[in-house]
Structure formats: C-alpha cells, structure tokens
C-alpha cells in the first residue's frame, strides 16, 4: 500500500504488523451541542505533573514471518506490499524467523495494575512490558484485546498500589477545546504535546466503529496507546492513528473516543473478551440519487442490502431493500449508527427496529444473536462496481431467481456506472424480479410514480448492493 496521503496505524517502531487498506474519504458527525465556554490553560505543567505518572512505555517482543528483505527500493511504495503477499521468496529453507522490537504507549486505570494501550502494540506480541514513569519495567499479562476498536487491557504486578488517571466523557468534547497528547514518541520516553479538538466522528476505514477524535496535539509512532487529556486531567480519548505522507506528524491524528474505549476496556476486565450482539445484515450508505428511487424525502438510514440466512435479522423479518431509520427510539442515520447500536448491544437483547419499506414505516422486534467467529457483527456491503442505469439485455436467471444482464449497450448509462454481463437483479423498486418484464414494470411504477430512478438490487459474484437507476433516458429492457 502507498503511504503517501494514507493513514497509517501508529505501529510499535519496529514490531512488523499488517498496514490497513488504504481508508475512504473523512467523514465527520455534526457538531456536539454547544456547552460552556472552556478556559485553555496559560500552561500545560500542572496538568502534566498531575496526570504524567499514570503513562507508562510499552516494550513488546515478536517475531516476524520468515521471508525474505524487502528490497529498499520497494520500501514505501505499492510494491513493497505485492513483494510481501507474493513475495519473491521465502528465506532459505531451515532459517528461522527473525525476533522484532517495538514499543508504544498506555496509561494505568486501576491501582492494581490495569494498563490500556492498543492492540495493534501488543497483538503480535510474544512478550510484553511496561515500564513506569518511575523507571520500573514490568512483565505485562495480555488481558484481553478487541481488533475491532484497536484497544487492548494489560495487567501488572508492582506489589502496591499505583497512580492512575480517570476517564471523561468524550461526547461533551467540541471542536477547538485544548487537549494534551501523553505517551513515548519514536522511543524517546515520556513526552507531553499540546492542541486541540480539530474534529468529531471521524471515519478513516478502520473497522465497523469508526467514530474517531481527530487533533492536532503530536502523535507520532510510539504513541499509539498513551492518552489523550482534557483540561480536567481525564481521559478523553486512546491515541492510535495519524495521517501522514511520511510516517511522522503532520497535525492530523486520531484517538478513540472515551466512550467507546472505557466501554470496551470494562468488557476486556470482566471477560477478557468483548460481547457484542449481532444483526446478521450488509449495509450500505444511501446517497440522493439512491434516496430519490426509494421515494425517500432525504438521503439518511441505513440501507441493507444483504440479509445473512438464518441470522436474527431473518427470522425478525428484515429483508434486502429495508432501510433501517430508527432503533429502539436512536435515530438511524447512516449505516455506521446502525453498526454501533448494534455493537453495544448484547447477544439475546430485543431491540425495536424501524424500517421504510416500499415507502412506509414498519416495525420489527429482533433478538439479537452471538456473531458466528467468521461474522465481523454488521457489516459494509461489497460494492459491485459503480451505480448502473438501463441500456440493458436481460433473461430470466437460469440457475435462481432474478434476471440476468446479458448485454450492455456501447455508451449507455448503463455501461458508464459499471454494470457487466453476468450481474443478477434480484429485485427491482418494490418487487422481486423473477423475469425481466418485473424490471420493466418496476420502471414504469417508477416513472409513473414521478421518482428520478428505481432502486435495484444487484448481486454480482457473492457480493450484494442496491443502486439506482436514473429514469431519464432510458431503455426498456429487452
């Protein structure tokens, strides 16, 4: 993957872990509800000196998988990554895997010893350590570690009681508030840098909980896993990302918020591992195109376009094409408010699920499940390609339901977003298409209906999306 203009997980220095795919655009929630004016300390000392004992270095030992150098040449470009997967060569036959180094950060929440920091600091990790502001280095126990948000919980042994820092609410946390960064930046030891809040609810393709505090206080590699204060001494968010063409800060990095960690860090204590209930959908955004051909007044809700068969989500009566626009009274705006209602629920919980089908609120009450080990809970749908029009030939699908494209006319809309010979459309506006004449009904219902498309639902391979299909200009199906 090129690391330039990409964001890239703060590693441990040197512990070899995989880079995440390259993210979507930035997006951001609305703004938090405007609170009392904030007073920014003249000076940050009194803040570091309150709270700075409570952080703490964390040293790993790993192991990398035993392939061959890659090439400096490679280093930093989209070949480095090919070079790896396909990698030309393992090491010679019998040559052992190579021992790795790294460090990051974390900061102790209980004075018996429990350190948070990130999983990615600590994931590969055959050996873990913390050492103290004091100078102490402890063995650290892996408590438990949550891939999906990046936090993991460590547990040491000092024989008395340590200091620790307090968690805030990161949901009062607006734009422009100062904040303080803590942690062990390129190995140096404790440092403390300084800014503010620049943004919130920002998703940078990390996992179905992308909800990220975005400031400008330093973070640089070696901080993922050290804290990130408020004025108050509390820990607002975990610092665990940067955008950076080169590795180093460029004043755009990124902390989990409070609420989500301390909530997962609880889970972590008890269990060891993280519940969430699981919904059994694929989701995608709704944009205004799609909004128009679902008759939707505006562009918001959570689209399934996938139901997992026999997940709590069928046998509740979900269905593809459903648009999920309330839970349990939580508005539902975009399909990642779905997968973090979801996600805080546990398995067996029975939630009020309202959708817009064929225009008109329904209600369902789901039980949710245990998501199966190969289920990451709700997830983003395949995308088949780019949105498609008509311009198409169609037969009935001879091996299931649906109708197959089996042409595409030479510059039609169509073939400009991307829809290919071999895609199925399973269903069409507000009916199942077992033949291609259900299409041809489903656009005149449209037009007739005054809407700018009709919503399709396309499978291609094994992924599943809906798209819309603009109106204007079209070609009746053949």
Not at 235 to 245: C, R
Not at 293 to 303: D, H, Q, S, V
């Amino acid at each position: 993957m090129a690391r330039s203009a990409a964001l890239i997980p703060i590693f441990a220095l040197t512990l070899a872990l995989p880079l995440a795919a390259a993210p979507p655009a930035l997006a951001q929630r609305p703004p938090a509800p405007v609170a009392a004016p904030i007073t920014t300390p003249s000076n940050f000392a009194d803040l570091v000196a309150q709270v700075g004992p409570a952080v703490v270095r964390v040293a790993v030992v790993g192991h990398e998988q035993a392939q061959q150098d890659v090439p400096p040449e490679l280093r930093g470009t989209p070949l480095e990554d090919l070079f790896r997967r396909f990698g030309q060569g393992q090491r010679p036959q019998g040559e052992h895997p190579r021992r790795t180094m790294g460090q990051g950060s974390g900061f102790i929440i209980d004075p018996a010893g429990f350190v948070v920091t990130n999983n990615h600091v600590v994931g590969e990790a055959d050996r873990v350590t913390v050492e103290l502001s004091d100078g102490r280095q402890l063995p650290a126990r892996v408590v438990g570690a949550d891939p999906k948000t990046d936090i993991a919980l460590l547990k040491i042994e000092a024989g008395a009681q340590l200091p620790t820092v307090p968690w805030g609410n990161s949901d009062t946390l607006r734009v422009g508030e100062p904040v303080l960064a803590m942690g062990n930046p390129f190995g140096l030891g404790g440092s403390a840098t300084a800014g503010i809040v620049s943004a919130r609810g920002r998703q940078i393709g990390a996992g179905p909980y992308d909800d990220f505090i975005q400031t400008d206080a330093s973070i640089n590699p070696g901080n993922s896993g050290g804290p990130l204060f408020n004025t108050q001494g509390e820990v607002v968010g975990v610092n665990t990302a940067i955008l950076s063409p080169s590795g180093g800060n460029i004043g755009i990095g990124f902390a989990v918020p409070s609420k989500l960690a301390h909530r997962v860090v609880e889970s972590l204590k008890q269990s060891g591992k993280v519940e969430r209930g699981w919904l059994g959908v694929s989701l995608q955004p709704i944009d205004r195109e799609l909004a128009g051909a679902l008759g939707l007044e505006e562009p918001m809700g959570a689209m399934i376009a996938g139901v997992e068969p026999g997940s709590p989500a069928a046998r509740g009566g979900l269905r593809a094409g459903d648009v999920v626009t309330e839970i349990d009274g939580r508005p539902i705006r975009a399909p990642r408010d779905l997968a973090g209602t979801i996600g805080e629920s546990k398995p067996g919980a029975s939630l009020a699920v309202t959708v817009q089908r064929d225009g008109k609120p329904v209600l369902h009450r789901i039980a949710l499940g245990e998501a199966p080990d190969r289920k990451a809970g709700v997830q983003g749908a395949p995308q088949p390609g780019r949105a498609g029009a008509l311009g198409l030939a169609l037969r009935p699908n001879p091996e299931g339901d649906g109708a197959a494209v089996i042409q595409v006319a030479p510059g039609s809309i169509a073939e400009s977003r991307g829809l290919q010979p071999g895609d199925i459309i399973l269903r069409a506006g507000d009916r199942a298409v077992n033949t291609p004449s259900d299409v041809a009904a489903a656009v005149e219902a449209a037009r007739k209906a005054g809407r700018p498309a009709v919503a399709i639902q396309l499978q291609r391979g094994e992924a599943s999306s809906f798209i819309a299909l603009p109106l204007k200009g079209e070609r009746e199906p053949g």
